[in-house]
């Protein structure tokens, strides 16, 4: 049965391990650039043993970042600075992995942490470093926060961001990644095509599931194309928004099936944050996804990620040999602990394929082999705390 330090094979790539770094917007680009932070950023955690690395979600287009410090993959002049990011991660023995995305109504925002607010405190369009946002209707998020008018797309205008997610995939495969996600979640765009709190249309986009769900399989189709079929081609979806009025598993479960039709090779597994009006804070709970990550496995045939909660090595490591999940995503622990892979090896210690030392850059793991020969106190610390985010 496989464990947490079992290579996954998916089409024509092999991770290391079924440990991946999620992505976590980090608003340090300019103008949509990576820069050194995210060589030495992403570096880091494929050089501490994560099998898969993620890039931050990376905007399709200007108006889809979450702010202008966002980072985006909408020129082919930002494809010298991934390039950059997906060589490191390959040198350190990781896969390089990218999130494409559009943050829609939920863009045009300020840095979390600066000025009153915090997090989705939008700037008006005609502030210096705000846009006109978009949506499929004119239905701001509300609850205090997001409350600018928003653009409803047209038709034409859908088919633009179609095009927009292919013409970025392309750019992505350019740059050297090997695995690709579409950010059908958390809220953005794709989330608000599919949820019936944002989505208040009449036309073919709107209304019936199958409306709902056709931005995301016409964004899905536009990848496909152009994203070759030996790499990985992956999707997010946000399942639940949790409030009666929004998204809701059971459709999410039909939703999962005509992707996997569409060329879905794996599901990515969470929430629909649509609403700030949560009924239920499931996702809080450890291990929030995995079962129903594992009922996804059993109805759809799809192999499954989810992340929330998985930060304990022993829990992590369960339900991959329970047979529930395939792929475990960390984003606060991996924050934390740039070696958590490394540092989970050493928790669960029995296990043959967990080598601290064989997820370790050669050069490293010499180093710190041969001092362990001269005194065993010798080495890194431990942890000073458990990480469970």
């Known amino acids: 049965m496989p464990g947490l330090f079992s290579p996954l094979t998916l089409k024509g790539v092999t991770l290391r391990n079924r440990i991946g770094m999620s992505p976590m917007t980090m608003y340090r680009s300019t103008d949509g650039q990576m820069t050194d932070f995210h060589v030495m950023y992403l570096g880091a955690r494929a050089a501490g043993g994560f099998g898969l690395v993620f890039a931050e979600q990376i905007a399709i287009a200007p108006e889809g970042r979450t702010s202008v410090h966002c980072a985006g993959l909408y020129d082919d002049d930002q494809i010298p600075g991934h390039a950059r990011v997906t060589a490191m991660i390959r040198d350190m023995g990781a896969v390089p992995a990218i999130q494409l995305g559009h943050t829609g109504r939920c863009g045009s925002e300020v840095k979390p942490w600066i000025g009153e607010g915090g997090l989705g405190r939008q700037l008006?369009?005609?502030?210096?470093?705000?846009?006109?946002?978009?949506?499929?209707?004119?239905?701001?998020?509300?609850?205090?926060?997001?409350?600018?008018p928003v653009h409803a797309l047209s038709v034409e205008e859908i088919g633009q961001v179609h095009r927009q997610y292919a013409d970025a995939a392309r750019r992505a495969h350019e740059a050297g990644y090997q695995w690709l996600e579409l950010h059908f979640a958390h809220g953005y765009l794709a989330s608000q095509f599919y949820s019936p709190l944002a989505n208040h249309r009449t036309d073919a986009y709107g209304g019936s599931l199958a409306n709902r769900?056709?931005?995301?399989?016409?964004?899905?189709?536009?990848?496909?194309?152009?994203?070759?079929?030996?790499?990985?081609?992956?999707?997010?979806?946000?399942?639940?928004?949790?409030?009666?009025?929004?998204?809701?598993?059971?459709?999410?479960?039909?939703?999962?099936?005509?992707?996997?039709?569409?060329?879905?090779?794996?599901?990515?597994?969470?929430?629909?944050?649509?609403?700030?009006?949560?009924?239920?804070?499931?996702?809080?709970?450890?291990?929030?996804?995995?079962?129903?990550?594992?009922?996804?496995?059993?109805?759809?045939?799809?192999?499954v990620a989810v992340s929330w909660n998985l930060g304990v090595p022993g829990l992590a490591d369960q339900v991959i040999r329970d047979d529930q999940i395939d792929l475990v995503l960390l984003g606060r622990p991996a924050l934390a602990n740039p070696h958590w892979p490394v540092w989970a090896a050493r928790e669960l210690g029995s296990d043959e394929q967990a080598d601290e030392f064989a997820l370790l850059p050669p050069d490293w793991a010499w180093w710190l082999q041969t001092s362990r020969v001269i005194n065993p106190n010798i080495g890194w610390p431990e942890p000073s705390s458990n990480v469970s985010g």
Request: proline letters at 8%; glycine letters at 10%; hydrophobic letters at 40%.
């Open 124 to 148: 008006a369009s005609d502030h210096p470093e705000g846009w006109q946002v978009v949506g499929p209707s004119e239905v701001p998020y509300g609850f205090g926060k997001r409350t600018h």
């Open 213 to 303: 769900a056709r931005f995301l399989l016409e964004a899905l189709d536009a990848v496909r194309a152009v994203w070759p079929d030996e790499l990985p081609l992956t999707a997010r979806l946000g399942c639940d928004d949790f409030n009666p009025d929004g998204i809701r598993f059971e459709e999410s479960l039909q939703v999962l099936g005509w992707l996997k039709e569409h060329g879905l090779d794996l599901a990515d597994l969470s929430m629909g944050g649509n609403t700030d009006d949560v009924r239920d804070p499931f996702f809080l709970r450890p291990a929030a996804w995995v079962e129903r990550g594992a009922q996804v496995r059993r109805e759809i045939g799809i192999p």
